[in-house]
């Protein structure tokens, strides 16, 4: 059998000098806390607080970062045990799926993927084999019984990873029940909600036209009109500030703001509703709506997160058979100077409003998010993203966007993930990349070594919780 092993030195860069500085400035900050301040966990876990079924259930089946991969090559989702929408039979032996998993765990070689999943094999159960075909039987009964002790419950995990709070993101139609429950349990501060109101400012939906009518039946507001379907939207932010929320978060195809006077708004709202609103205008709608959101956190301070440029469910064929979020979206090109510019003239110049803008095009980093956020002081650009969520991704970030925006215009670091015990790994990976690059400028005489360090810890630590308002 191989050994499992993380070496300590991982990450950091080959040569001498800057390996010796970075050793030195991740000493000081691989410890604090955990602020995980966007992601997908799943809030039933800390709310009920109950043991993990076991190892396939719990870290194959949510991460389609694992079952993407598999899916290019070759194994079908069904026999990976993924549900399918019809109700159609697939794999229901979680050891044979865990089987199948390591017997393919080499195509994970060089990915992030193999980073957090060692990690957590080697520093959450204490794994120090690697896990391979004939190991597969021993990782699963292994992380089985690890799972049914008291020491691997939610909120145990919480402590023992030192997260000082997550957030998970729900809908705006959510009913927060789960967040509900954690009030009074001590964990109602470090679990908080997300307001995420895609489900009602998407008018490409099927559903959208009956989310609106709920949106109305929540908050007594008529919102077949403009002005009470605004109105019903800064209700729902209400309450779910009282769930905790701090921020927002916005997943649009594209970065389009728009800022229509009111009676064209009102007008562009009844054609959506009504389902006769052209693609083109469905998007205007989409855009409207940023610029609506985003002078609703300027009235009640939360914090607004855009994630745009995601080509969401590419591969018709899964996203009939088994729904969204099964690794088939794909990162597409987005454009920002212009498509913000209205949002931007209206908001951007306000000191007090905080809005974190993320892309999957890399290509825009450089030329377009660092020069805007290096500007308008309410703009702060997020880390990097999905599919750039790397080592590599994370230096190419910071190369591109330093000399433009500073480090301060960036907000550290989130994980957003469903894959909770891989935070701990993602949140280490962030910090050690942090370094190489702080140890770069160290060496080549850019930066002092102590303010390579107040600069490590603010960006582990500090630049987060201020963003996120935390």
């Known amino acids: 059998m191989t050994v499992l092993s993380l070496h300590p030195d991982r990450l950091f860069a080959a040569e001498p000098q800057q390996r010796d500085i970075a050793r030195r400035l991740y000493a000081e900050i691989k410890d604090l806390p955990i602020i995980s301040p966007h992601g997908h966990t799943d809030p039933r876990w800390f709310a009920d607080n109950q043991n993990w079924d076991n190892a396939t259930s719990l870290l194959l089946l949510p991460d389609h970062y694992v ?58 159960f204490g794994l120090n084999v690697a896990l391979s075909p004939q190991t597969a039987d021993l990782y699963y009964d292994h992380i089985n019984a690890a799972l049914a002790t008291a020491a691997y419950k939610p909120r145990a995990l919480l402590d023992r990873f030192n997260i000082e709070v997550i957030a998970t993101t729900e809908g705006a139609l959510n009913d927060l029940r789960h967040h509900a429950k954690l009030k009074g349990s001590g964990f109602e501060q470090r679990v908080i ?22 949106l109305g039946e929540l908050t007594g507001q008529d919102t077949q009109n403009w002005a009470g379907y ?16 701090t921020a927002t978060d916005h997943g649009h195809p594209t970065a389009k703001t728009a800022d229509l006077p009111f009676k064209e ?28 959101m985003a002078g609703m956190s300027l009235e009640d301070g939360m914090t607004m997160q855009i994630h745009p440029g ?26 920002f100077v212009s498509q913000l510019k209205p949002l931007l003239q209206k908001y951007g110049n306000e000191p007090s409003l905080k809005i974190i803008l993320f892309t999957l095009d890399e290509t825009t980093y450089a030329r377009e998010l660092a020069p805007l956020a290096g500007h308008y002081p309410a703009l702060k650009l997020g880390p990097a993203w999905w599919f750039h969520d790397s080592p590599e991704g994370m230096l190419r970030f910071r190369h591109q966007v330093t000399e433009t925006a500073g480090f301060y215009n960036t907000v550290g670091f989130n994980d957003d993930t ?3 015990l891989s935070i701990p790994a993602r949140h280490d990976v962030a910090r050690r990349i ?9 060496a080549e005489h850019r930066l002092n070594e102590d303010e390579a360090h107040q600069l490590a810890h603010d960006l582990t630590y500090k630049l987060a919780k201020q963003a996120y308002q935390l």
Not at 273 to 281: F, M, P
């Open 265 to 292: 708004a009102e007008a562009l709202f009844a054609r959506c509703l009504s389902g006769t609103a052209s693609a083109e205008e469905t998007e205007l709608f989409r855009g409207q709506m940023l610029t609506e």
């Open 418 to 420: 469903r894959a909770f």
């Open 230 to 245: 605004l109105q019903a939207l800064r209700i729902r932010r209400a309450v779910f500030r009282d769930h905790g929320a």
């Open 434 to 442: 942090d370094c190489r690059f702080l140890a770069q400028l160290v």
């Open 193 to 214: 909600t997300t307001f995420r109101p895609d489900d009602v400012v998407d008018a490409d939906r099927a559903d959208f036209a009956a989310n609106i009518a709920k």
């Open 67 to 124: 079952f993407r991969m598999l899916y290019s090559q070759g194994i079908s989702l069904e026999q990976l045990g993924i549900r399918r929408k019809d109700g159609s039979a697939v794999e229901t032996d979680y050891r044979k799926i865990f089987r199948i998993f390591a017997e393919h765990y080499y195509l994970f070689r060089g990915t992030p993927s193999r980073i957090w999943l060692d990690s957590v094999f080697h520093d959450v």
């Open 310 to 335: 995601a080509h969401r469910n590419h591969n018709q064929v899964i996203f009939e058979r088994f729904g969204a979020d099964k690794g088939a979206d794909i990162p597409s090109p987005t454009e």
